[in-house]
Nanobody
Framework: VQLQACGGGLVQAGGSLRLSCTAS????????MGWFRQAPGKEREFVAA????????YYADSVKGRFTISRENAKNTVYLQMNSLKPEDTAVYSC?????????????????????WGQGTQVTVSR
């Protein structure tokens, strides 16, 4: 499975961006996809995730109410709509996919649950 993320860029605080991540290859073997981000000098952290079948979504507390993850099954694509962006949202955002197993909600934010990773896309929020 290959993941291709795009949509990053430079935006002013309060603005919006939409990231997308398209999966190709053996996409039928994936059960969920997620977004993680890594700011300079910080560890990578979970942002949001969604399960393909039920569409259940999960968010980090820091983005709840501002970010929305959605999926378009026919296109094997997951979106991350980011509104009310803050300078602290500045990071490289990466998408990832879980292979062929059901991960409980309490573990879906853990990096080790993800089997496939795409390249990152830079999001920069200016003051």
């Amino acid at each position: 499975v290959q993941l291709q993320a795009c949509g990053g860029g430079l935006v002013q605080a309060g603005g919006s961006l939409r990231l997308s991540c398209t999966a190709s290859g053996r996409t039928f073997s994936t059960t969920a996809m997620g977004w993680f981000r890594q700011a300079p000098g910080k560890e990578r952290e979970f942002v949001a995730a969604i399960k393909w079948s039920a569409g259940s979504s999960y968010y980090a507390d820091s983005v709840k109410g501002r970010f929305t993850i959605s999926r378009e099954n026919a296109k094997n694509t997951v979106y991350l709509q980011m509104n009310s962006l803050k300078p602290e949202d500045t990071a490289v955002y990466s998408c990832a996919a879980i292979r062929d197993r059901n991960v409980i909600a309490g573990m879906i934010g853990l990096e080790r649950m993800y089997d496939y990773w795409g390249q990152g896309t830079q999001v920069t929020v200016s003051r």
